[in-house]
């Protein structure tokens, strides 16, 4: 198994796909319904492809990431060949909260005394899709291409 299995909560979700799925190996939701009684070997496999198919095909579409603590706030542009981190941290001294919503704009009233913005650009490890997954898996979330540009924005208008 390359990613990890749906949850009862994701496959839900799911449900209209997985039918789908189902219906194109040649099986009904009734069979699917007995393989899953049975704690079958069979049914533990489709559901293993099933699942690494759609986190292969959620990855795929992932183009930007965030990652968002107490005194930093990161976004990613997953690009195919390389990743790019742009980043802000916070100075300690400073009771600061990223993960507050109007944090942002909180920034732009200290006029960035302090503040350190960072850039990096890597080639991925592994895979695309196996790093997007260990990122989303780490506590990161799916963003936006305004959001990376907005703070790519910041990071030039303030660069230190």
Same mark, same amino acid.
């Given at each position: 198994?390359?990613?990890?299995?749906?949850?009862?909560?994701?496959?839900?979700?799911?449900?209209?796909?997985?039918?789908?799925?189902?219906?194109?190996?040649?099986?009904?939701?009734?069979?699917?319904?007995?393989?899953?009684? +049975?704690?079958?070997?069979?049914?533990?496999?489709?559901?293993?492809?099933?699942?690494?198919?759609?986190?292969?095909?959620?990855?795929?579409?992932?183009?930007?990431?965030?990652?968002?603590?107490?005194?930093?706030?990161?976004?990613?542009?997953?690009?195919?060949?390389? &990743?790019?981190?742009?980043?802000?941290?916070?100075?300690? +001294?400073?009771?600061?909260?990223?993960?507050?919503? +109007?944090?942002?704009?909180?920034?732009?009233?200290?006029?960035?005394?302090?503040?350190?913005?960072?850039?990096?650009?890597?080639?991925?490890?592994?895979?695309?899709?196996?790093?997007?997954?260990?990122? &989303?898996?780490?506590?990161?979330?799916?963003?936006?291409?305004?959001?990376?540009?907005?703070?790519?924005?910041?990071?030039?208008?303030? +660069?230190?």
């Amino acid at each position: 198994m390359k990613y990890r299995y749906l949850t009862y909560q994701e496959l839900t979700v799911m449900n209209e796909d997985f039918s789908d799925f189902l219906y194109a190996e040649g099986f009904s939701g009734y069979d699917w319904k007995v393989l899953q009684d +049975q704690h079958s070997e069979q049914a533990l496999n489709m559901l293993s492809r099933y699942s690494d198919e759609t986190f292969e095909k959620v990855m795929q579409s992932v183009k930007y990431l965030e990652y968002r603590s107490s005194d930093q706030l990161i976004a990613f542009e997953c690009l195919e060949e390389d &990743i790019t981190a742009i980043g802000i941290k916070a100075p300690q +001294q400073l009771q600061f909260d990223f993960t507050q919503i +109007q944090s942002l704009s909180l920034v732009e009233q200290n006029f960035w005394s302090g503040f350190k913005c960072f850039k990096e650009v890597r080639p991925y490890i592994k895979n695309r899709e196996d790093e997007v997954f260990q990122l &989303i898996e780490a506590g990161h979330f799916v963003s936006s291409q305004e959001n990376y540009r907005y703070l790519e924005n910041l990071r030039l208008l303030n +660069q230190n």
